[in-house]
């Protein structure tokens, strides 16, 4: 972030190292109360350098995960702009119910649909909470995933996640000069040259 001082001096601020991303600061919370419209007790929070940018919503086993989404649909209305606002800077959610776990980014317009699973690099699909949060909340893939994988849309100002299937980040970080996205198995997906996309003729 670019600010100018008052004697006319111009600084540069860094709210998140995504160079290397264990360097940032990673803190858990949990039961975070927040008062606005009603009140709200969110159930995780992950912080990365003091911003809240991980929000997880657990709910017992047997619930539908789609009661875990319209809870941090309410959370949204209700208390996120409360406390100055801090949970606007929340960039990835996560729902689980313990046998099934998911995520999605932090959009403007958000639908159940545009929620995921976590795939390994065998593209073997990871579903329960624990061995999801051992390779998707850990501080390198979690700084990897908020870093270099989550872009703001100008057109609408909505947050894109682009890779969601580990196969794909396994693909695209092989970079020499030439970025590839592949869509499991077909190998087919968007690629092109830094700043530049196209998708397969």
Request: one cysteine or more.
């Amino acid at each position: 972030m670019k600010l100018e001082k008052e004697d006319g001096e111009t600084v540069y601020l860094e709210f998140f190292d995504s160079a290397d991303p264990p360097r940032n600061r990673y803190q858990v919370t949990q039961q975070v109360k927040m008062e606005g419209s009603y009140k709200n007790r969110y159930d995780v929070t992950i912080l990365v350098n003091g911003l809240p940018l991980v929000q997880i919503e657990l709910k017992l086993r047997g619930l539908e995960m789609k009661e875990a989404f319209n809870q941090i649909q309410r959370y949204q209305k209700h208390t996120f702009w409360s406390g100055h606002g801090l949970f606007h800077f929340v960039q990835l959610f996560v729902i689980s119910n313990g046998v099934n776990t998911k995520y999605y980014a932090n959009a403007r317009k958000q639908s159940f649909k545009q929620t995921f699973y976590w795939a390994q690099e065998d593209n073997t699909t990871v579903r329960e909470l624990v061995p999801f949060a051992d390779a998707f909340l850990n501080r390198e893939h979690l700084g990897t995933m908020i870093g270099k994988y989550i872009v703001l849309n100008e057109t609408d100002k909505i947050l894109i996640q682009i890779t969601p299937k580990g196969n794909q980040l396994w693909e695209s970080d092989g970079s020499d000069g030439l970025e590839i996205l592949l869509c499991g198995s077909e190998r087919q997906g968007v690629y092109g040259a830094p700043g530049e996309i196209r998708t397969p003729d």
